[in-house]
């Protein structure tokens, strides 16, 4: 038969779907985008961003995410039985995603790409403290919720970067109440977001600790490492003198 009256129709398909909130990411996938290494912060800048956090593990977090260029959903997930502290690796397993509907949703990182990272040995010391402590509180989550009778969701304790009461950290509140303040007391130019940190990451592996394409395009979680030669190397200011001094030897090759 025919229906009769009138109906709310959704306007979006976002109206009806639960989908994973745009968060600049994809950024990567983009056939043009590229990174100039003179449009990144330098590391004093970001150390000073860092002491603006006001938690040791945020200020952690921030500095975490420059030197390993894990992304966000992926710190968001990042356990403490993830890390390896004697090889100084991170074990990238999962994510965690924001929706429309402001569901959060554990699922395998992009690409569904396993991986492992480094972190620095100048961090190494944080690290490892931290991972005591998130031990520390995975046994009082679990003691709490058995008294309690509730249920954790999985991989959902003994988080490296917790939200403030306990769970995954949402990266729409962590944006707006913690990196938004930050950046702009920093005088950081806007629309700097955590995700820039992991460009940060990769300009610095590839030029400032010589490690090659195919290492950075892997402790990335880049699909092919043809998306790193895209992104990152491309010509800088100063080559020539860069070049001249790698040639100054007067010694001949032969």
Do not use: C
């Given at each position: 038969?025919?229906l009769?009256?009138?109906?709310?129709l959704?306007?979006?398909?976002?109206?009806?779907?639960?989908?994973e909130?745009?968060?600049?990411?994809?950024?990567?996938?983009?056939a043009?985008?590229?990174i100039?290494?003179?449009?990144?912060?330098?590391?004093?800048?970001?150390r000073d961003?860092?002491?603006?956090?006001p938690?040791?593990?945020?200020?952690?977090?921030?500095?975490?995410?420059?030197?390993?260029?894990?992304?966000f959903?992926e710190?968001?997930?990042?356990?403490?039985?993830?890390?390896?502290?004697?090889?100084?690796v991170?074990r990238?397993?999962?994510?965690?995603?924001?929706?429309?509907?402001?569901?959060?949703?554990?699922?395998?990182?992009?690409?569904?790409?396993?991986?492992?990272?480094?972190?620095?040995a100048?961090i190494?010391?944080?690290v490892?403290?931290?991972?005591?402590?998130?031990?520390?509180e995975?046994l009082?989550?679990?003691?709490?919720a058995?008294?309690?009778?509730?249920?954790?969701p999985?991989?959902s304790?003994?988080?490296?970067?917790?939200?403030?009461?306990?769970?995954?950290?949402?990266?729409?509140?962590?944006?707006?109440?913690?990196w938004?303040?930050?950046?702009?007391?920093?005088?950081?130019?806007?629309?700097?977001t955590?995700h820039?940190l992991?460009h940060?990451?990769?300009?610095?592996?590839?030029?400032?600790?010589?490690?090659?394409?195919?290492?950075?395009?892997?402790?990335?979680g880049?699909?092919?490492?043809?998306?790193?030669?895209?992104?990152?190397?491309?010509?800088?200011?100063?080559?020539?003198?860069?070049?001249a001094?790698?040639s100054?030897?007067t010694?001949?090759p032969?």
């Amino acid at each position: 038969g025919q229906l009769t009256g009138s109906y709310d129709l959704p306007e979006t398909l976002e109206d009806i779907v639960d989908v994973e909130l745009e968060h600049g990411e994809d950024d990567e996938d983009q056939a043009q985008f590229t990174i100039s290494r003179m449009h990144l912060p330098g590391w004093d800048r970001i150390r000073d961003l860092a002491d603006l956090m006001p938690s040791p593990e945020y200020r952690l977090l921030v500095l975490f995410a420059a030197a390993t260029g894990l992304r966000f959903g992926e710190l968001a997930a990042l356990r403490w039985t993830d890390i390896d502290l004697g090889r100084r690796v991170v074990r990238v397993r999962r994510k965690v995603s924001e929706t429309n509907r402001g569901h959060l949703k554990v699922e395998l990182p992009k690409g569904r790409k396993r991986r492992e990272a480094v972190f620095p040995a100048w961090i190494a010391a944080d690290v490892a403290a931290r991972v005591v402590a998130a031990q520390a509180e995975e046994l009082a989550e679990i003691a709490a919720a058995a008294d309690s009778g509730a249920v954790l969701p999985q991989h959902s304790t003994g988080l490296m970067f917790p939200a403030p009461r306990g769970g995954w950290l949402r990266r729409s509140n962590f944006h707006a109440r913690v990196w938004r303040p930050a950046w702009h007391a920093a005088g950081w130019r806007p629309g700097t977001t955590v995700h820039s940190l992991r460009h940060v990451a990769a300009v610095s592996l590839i030029y400032d600790l010589g490690v090659d394409l195919v290492d950075t395009a892997e402790a990335l979680g880049h699909a092919d490492v043809s998306v790193t030669q895209r992104i990152y190397v491309q010509a800088r200011e100063g080559s020539a003198d860069r070049v001249a001094a790698a040639s100054a030897s007067t010694d001949a090759p032969w």
